[in-house]
């Protein structure tokens, strides 16, 4: 059973970098062929997919927060991390880490999630 577990800061003031780590267990991250995503949830919105880091290392990521966005991962302890720098109160979410065990293949399928990690953004 894989299981994913996210952590990091769940306060930040604005222009701050976002730094969170997700934690995977019952499985590598280096295991073909899956990709490890991070994705939020506002509140009163929708998922948002940020970007992924796949199992040999390839990074993607949302046009929309690529700018700002950095995803690395640390194979010797299994974990892949996020950062998000110049924050504002629009980047307030639930942060989720999420298994995509369709990578390559077309259609996204997110079969393992972490349990999400609230981040708040305000002065």
């Known amino acids: 059973q894989v299981q994913l577990q996210e952590s990091g800061p769940g306060l930040l003031k604005p222009s701050q970098m976002l730094s969170l780590t997700c934690t995977v267990s019952?499985?590598?991250?280096?295991?073909?062929?899956?990709?490890w995503n991070w994705i939020r949830q506002p509140p009163g919105k929708g998922l948002e997919w940020m970007g992924a880091i796949a199992y040999d290392g390839s990074t993607y990521y949302s046009p929309s927060l690529k700018s700002r966005t950095s995803i690395s991962r640390d194979t010797s302890k299994n974990q892949f991390s996020l950062q998000l720098s110049s924050v504002t109160p629009e980047d307030t979410a639930v942060y989720y880490c999420?298994?995509?065990?369709?990578?390559?293949?077309?259609?996204?399928?997110?079969?393992?999630w972490g349990q999400g990690t609230q981040v708040t953004v305000s002065s």
């Open positions: 999420a298994r995509d065990r369709n990578y390559g293949l077309g259609q996204h399928e997110y079969d393992y």
């Open positions: 019952g499985g590598s991250i280096t295991t073909s062929y899956y990709a």
